[in-house]
T-cell receptor
Framework: GNSVTQMEGPVTLSEEAFLTINCTYT??????LFWYVQYPGEGLQLLLK?????DKGSNKGFEATYRKETTSFHLEKGSVQVSDSAVYFC?????????????FGQGTILTVHP | GAGVSQSPSNKVTEKGKDVELRCDPI?????LYWYRQRLGQGLEFLIY????????KSGLPSDRFSAERTGESVSTLTIQRTQQEDSAVYLC??????????????FGEGSRLTVL
């Protein structure tokens, strides 16, 4: 079946530090890959996505590259801010009969200190 | 409305009671999803509605769980005879119909259920 494994948290960083949150997946076919973010007190929202191998998704200074050879979609940001403190979820959509059904990782809590 | 709306935001109930959770999707979104998030775990898919098609109920954990949706509007998730392991945040999402694996889901803030 389809699955997503995320780096365990929580992750605590100082402002302006470099961030990596690892994500690997198992899926049949050619899934689309997503990062969703949940800020305190808010619903999950899409951060970025990539729909085919070697695509790079980017938004708000975050980037992730779809690596089919390593089945990975690691999230990176060069310089984090306090406002980036949130829970980050990696997810995949296997398409086909899975239509919009997302398979999520367990989430990684990020806390950024001033 | 502007976003996906869920109610109640918090619900505390006694073991054995029935609960109903409501989701109001974004206007015009044909697809609606229910997910469950238990403490320290990822999101578990529960059920999916797409227009007038038969719903995908493959994620419902037991026959105590059911969901209804009228047309392309409000959905209600019902949990009968609640158990303590049902305690979780229940998330609703909606999406516009589009290319299957590429669609963005828009989530509500969730309904936190606590079963005593």
């Amino acid at each position: 079946g389809n699955s997503v494994t995320q780096m365990e948290g929580p992750v605590t960083l100082s402002e302006e530090a470099f961030l990596t949150i690892n994500c690997t997946y198992t899926a049949t076919g050619y899934p689309s890959l997503f990062w969703y973010v949940q800020y305190p007190g808010e619903g999950l929202q899409l951060l970025l996505k990539a729909t085919k191998a070697d695509d790079k998704g980017s938004n708000k200074g975050f980037e992730a590259t779809y690596r089919k050879e390593t089945t990975s979609f690691h999230l990176e940001k060069g310089s984090v801010q306090v406002s980036d403190s949130a829970v980050y979820f990696c997810a995949l959509n296997a398409g086909g009969t899975s239509y919009g059904k997302l398979t999520f990782g367990q989430g990684t809590i990020l806390t950024v200190h001033p | 409305g502007a976003g996906v709306s869920q109610s109640p935001s918090n619900k505390v109930t006694e073991k054995g009671k029935d609960v109903e959770l409501r989701c109001d999707p974004i206007s015009g979104h044909t697809a609606l999803y229910w997910y469950r998030q238990r403490l320290g775990q990822g999101l578990e898919f529960l059920i999916y509605f797409q227009g007038n098609s038969a719903p995908d109920k493959s994620g419902l954990p037991s026959d105590r769980f059911s969901a209804e949706r009228t047309g392309e509007s409000v959905s209600t998730l019902t949990i009968q005879r609640t158990q303590q392991e049902d305690s979780a945040v229940y998330l609703c999402a909606s999406s516009a119909q589009g290319s299957g694996s590429n669609r963005e889901l828009f989530f509500g803030e969730g309904s936190r259920l606590t079963v005593l």
